[in-house]
């Protein structure tokens, strides 16, 4: 995918218009006290998708954080690397990761993103109304 140079502290990109998204989101935002994480509601800031080459089709099929080395994760990845960043969920980071189950998880997450893609796009294809 797409890669941004020296990006200064990874970018977790969610779905701003997702009731469930952003219940789990707001969940993760107060555990980021230190602001580790910039928070990139994709139906309030559509032209960060843009500026890092995402259009708003991809980045609703996958959860996608853009790492501090500016590189792509997406599903189980994605939330590998935002946890490896938060409290309390570190350790499920190092475990998922020293286990190799984070391939597993990742299939697993796809089922469900594929659900939620159709739940949330329907037919249109995402022409969702995205906040200026």
Do not use: N
């Amino acid at each position: 995918m797409h890669e941004i140079k020296d990006y200064p502290r990874p970018a977790v990109f969610f779905d701003g218009g997702c009731p469930m998204c952003m219940r789990e989101i707001a969940h993760y935002r107060r555990l980021d006290r230190d602001g580790q994480i910039e928070w990139v509601d994709i139906t309030r800031r559509p032209e960060q998708l843009a500026a890092h080459g995402l259009s708003l089709y991809t980045a609703m099929a996958r959860f996608h954080v853009l790492d501090s080395r500016g590189s792509w994760q997406t599903g189980a990845w994605g939330f590998t690397e935002m946890w490896t960043h938060l409290p309390y969920y570190r350790w499920l980071a190092r475990l998922l990761s020293a286990l190799r189950l984070i391939s597993l998880l990742d299939k697993a997450y796809s089922g469900f993103a594929r659900w939620r893609l159709r739940s949330r796009c329907g037919a249109d294809g995402c022409r969702l109304h995205v906040e200026d």
